[in-house]
DNA sequence: ACAATTACTACTAAAACAGTAGTAATAAAT
DNA sequence: ATTTATTACTACTGTTTTAGTAGTAATTGT
């Protein structure tokens, strides 16, 4: 897919891949809410459009962040599970759960998130930990 | 300035204030590099159009995580500096740093960062250490 | 066999971004 | 003192990205 990188800067690069209004929040639902499916997705609170979940989808498997499977026994859905680069962004994902948490009560009316008071490695192992068991979980068709 | 938020998720917030395309190279830019001028930011290898940066500037100001002063002796230009909030995003960068060092090199040719082999809170209390410094050194008019 | 579900694609409208040119105020050079 | 250069923008046009809705094919459930 598209190479265009703005420069050689490590976080410009990151954020030319995972810098969109979506790519981390199809993240942020797969690590934490365990969602696997284009339908689970299109669910979420932000209401992401179709098309729109539809070319990330594709882009993210382009950048090796996501595999796209399926299940045993079910020829329909299409499963979508992380790889360790991805799955390598959760200390981001949690910083930037943490600064939202402290920093835009005052701009917005912010969910309270279970377990965001412990300590940061804590969280990070612990979703890491929760993550790789669901995906022990399920049968996908190699 | 805007306000609307996708839902109440901390993660998407944040990211409805500073997941935009610029914003994060902007903060970079005065954190680790110490620039404090429009001239300085419109001169970095990503070359951000003019009425984008000065609509990002706006809204880093109205979003409390820059500030717009002046010098003393130069009624010219005006001097952008961060706020504690947005110090705080320092965590976020240096991860995003960290992840983009590692997991992109195949992607593109990335740069290499002084100091990113060092502990990652070392690297965030010298970052900040660092920033505070620079901002006692000037001169700003009250 | 029929209805419902899933995973999309297709289309149009709206918003954001990119690129260039131009302007007003200040500062520097002659 | 006058001209030139610099800074910090604004304004404009064109392109790209995103939003929102509707529709379709394949599969599954009843």
């Known amino acids: 897919m598209k190479n265009?990188?703005?420069s050689g800067c490590p976080i410009a690069s990151t954020l030319d891949i995972i810098g969109d209004k979506w790519s981390l929040l199809i993240l942020r639902d797969m690590l934490f809410h365990h969602k696997t499916t284009f339908k689970e997705f299109s669910s979420s609170d932000e209401q992401i459009a179709p098309g729109i979940l539809s070319s990330r989808l594709k882009l993210l498997i382009s950048y090796?962040?996501?595999?796209?499977?399926?299940?045993?026994?079910n020829k329909k859905e299409n499963i979508y599970l992380?790889?360790?680069?991805?799955?390598e962004l959760s200390s981001i994902l949690i910083d930037?759960?943490?600064w939202g948490d402290k920093h835009l009560r005052e701009l917005n009316k912010i969910d309270d998130i279970e377990g965001l008071d412990l300590e940061r490695s804590v969280i990070i192992s612990t979703v890491k930990q929760r993550y790789y068991?669901?995906?022990?979980?399920?049968k996908i068709i190699k």
């Open 96 to 98: 930037i759960s943490i």
């Open 64 to 73: 090796e962040l996501i595999t796209k499977q399926k299940l045993e026994h």
């Open 4 to 6: 265009n990188f703005r």
């Open 133 to 138: 068991s669901m995906v022990q979980n399920i």
């Open 82 to 87: 992380l790889t360790e680069k991805a799955i």
